[in-house]
């Protein structure tokens, strides 16, 4: 989750029922299911950063050990109503303490790309490893899924379904529209980065990448463009993960 700032702790009741105890649909039918095949069998030490109400705590071993920072304290009160003790409120954009107790992996699952310092971000996460560990990062892939600058476009003489991209190099806080309740609306923001920037911020904050993986949608389409839909889906990967090692 994003600072104060960005609107997320204004936006928590809405997020909370987004995601609920298990997930949203991609979570529990893309994204989880793969960063399982990371997991290690010896017990671990895992750090959520921007961890919103924690559900990903209830996806991790019995054996390793969670905890979870949010700047919502919203969004951590809901962590602790569904008995996630281990999780605090703490703005991941300032620099935190170096800690005695240091973890096995630090986790931004969906949630660096809300923040608005992701450097500062990742400068905390290193904080928080043990020399020689890891971070895993997932990411709305960010050089097709960017708010308002990219979407869907289709080529009749061709029968193909595109993906059009109207600007990617520049760094951008993206506006988003959210609607807590039917009587209100309210903004918060998506922080658009190229592949480029990201990797300059990982070295900057002492990370080498060890591996790049993306993830497509598992939907079917059916009906008259079902064949360019699909044909589409599983060319165009909707997240991105990270493997990083701290240096």
Request: glycine fraction near 6%; charge should be positive.
């Amino acid at each position: 989750m994003a600072k104060k700032s960005a609107g997320w702790e204004e936006g928590a009741k809405w997020y909370d029922q987004l995601v609920g105890d298990a997930g949203h649909y991609y979570h529990q039918e893309v994204i989880i299911p793969f960063l399982k095949t990371w997991f290690q069998k010896p017990a671990q030490k895992i750090v959520d950063l921007g961890c919103g109400q924690a559900f990903f705590a209830s996806q991790i071993p019995e054996n390793w050990i969670y905890t979870g920072y949010d700047a919502s304290k919203s969004l951590v009160q809901a962590a602790k109503g569904r008995g996630i003790a281990n999780c605090f409120v703490e703005d991941l954009t300032t620099p935190m303490k170096k800690r005695d107790d240091l973890h096995d992996i630090a986790l931004f699952l969906l949630s660096l790309q809300d923040m608005k310092d992701p450097l500062a971000a990742l400068k905390n996460a290193h904080t928080l490893l043990e020399p020689g560990k890891e971070l895993w990062v997932v990411l709305n892939h960010p050089c097709y899924r960017i708010p308002r600058q990219s979407g869907w476009g289709i080529d009749e003489s061709k029968k193909t379904q595109y993906r059009k991209i109207e600007s990617y190099m520049s760094e951008n806080l993206i506006p988003i529209e959210i609607h807590p309740s039917k009587q209100e609306t309210k903004k918060v923001f998506h922080h658009h980065f190229s592949l480029s920037l990201l990797s300059r911020w990982l070295q900057e904050a002492g990370f080498s990448i060890l591996l790049i993986e993306e993830l497509v949608s598992n939907k079917t389409s059916t009906g008259p463009k079902s064949g360019m839909e699909n044909r589409a889906r599983k060319e165009f990967p909707l997240f991105l993960c990270l493997k990083c090692r701290k240096i």
